[in-house]
């Protein structure tokens, strides 16, 4: 007979997840309800050189959000069959969340760039290996694979480089260019949606990431591997997007955002370093 968790009294369960899972509730937004009319009008007055810099960063966000959405359903197959009901609760909302910020990217290029261009000529070859690869590999791994060892390559791979350094290096571009010029509002106001969103993914992400190296220390040693074949692809991507556009516009800098992904990085693994408190 199946047993339901909702069915026992007296469960356990992790707050933090619950939390998380409450939070993400609370704060449901929808990219339709967004007014890109003052995009649209900023978009125009962009030189070409500008209007591509934002085709390429947009072009990478949708493929990436797209990718991380389909690549989330294995890791929520493996909370439940492993019971975690608090778990599942969050990562359902979780894949929500990932397929709005898809929507959200193909809304802006619909109404502000104008249709869909062929985005894929716009992906860089590091970020293919991410992607098209070792991220798909990863999580896809969990069907076969349920041990701490696959979860931790998993969460390593999504958590820490695709959502902890790319994202919020991406963000950190979107910022430099489109707050400091005050360019795009409804672009702007997605974006801090988005961010929100994905502060609390990455919080699940090292929650769970302590837990597990916690009960299980010798998967510490795949985190190690995905950190070391990753870190490169990651910093090779903003290599690769500045070195498409020579002149870089709007007065942003190759090793800004080089430095600010390797603190990033930097500023998580610290988070994994400190004691976990399993109670």
């Known amino acids: 007979m199946r047993k339901f ?19 993400s509730k609370r704060n449901f937004w929808n990219p339709q309800d967004l007014d890109f ?4 009008q900023d978009w125009n007055r962009l030189s070409t050189d500008q209007q591509n810099v934002l085709l390429q960063l947009s072009a990478l966000f949708v493929g990436g959000e797209e990718a991380v ?18 778990e599942a609760l969050y990562v359902a909302t979780w894949t929500f969340e990932e397929a709005k910020h898809a929507e959200f990217f ?51 791979t999504y958590n820490l480089i695709v ?5 919020e290096t991406g963000y950190r571009a979107y910022k430099e260019v489109l707050e400091k010029q005050n360019l795009m509002p409804g672009l ?20 769970k990431l302590s837990k597990l190296l916690f009960d299980y ?14 870190i490169p692809a990651a910093i090779g991507i903003v290599r690769e997007v500045f070195a498409a556009h020579q002149p870089m516009p709007f007065d942003i800098y190759e090793e800004d955002f080089v430095d600010y992904s390797l603190r990033q990085l930097q500023h998580r693994s610290e988070v994994l370093q400190r004691p976990f408190n399993p109670n």
């Open 69 to 86: 959405t389909l690549d989330l359903a294995p890791y929520l197959l493996h909370v439940t069959r492993n019971g975690s009901f608090d």
């Open 5 to 23: 968790a909702t069915n026992q009294p007296g469960r356990l369960e992790d707050d933090f997840v619950v939390g998380l899972y409450h939070k």
């Open 37 to 40: 009319s003052q995009d649209r």
């Open 106 to 156: 193909d809304h802006f290029h619909r109404k502000v760039v104008g249709g869909t261009p062929e985005l894929a000529l716009l992906h860089v070859e590091s970020w293919k290996q991410i992607f098209y690869q070792a991220l798909p590999q990863a999580m896809n791994a969990l069907q076969i694979d349920s041990s701490a060892v696959a979860e931790v390559r998993a969460l390593g």
């Open 163 to 167: 959502e902890g350094v790319l994202a």
């Open 188 to 207: 702007r106001k997605g974006l801090s949606y988005i961010q929100a969103d994905e502060g609390r993914h990455i919080a699940f992400g090292l929650h």
């Open 217 to 230: 220390p010798q998967a510490k040693e795949a985190l190690e591997d995905v950190l070391s074949e990753l």
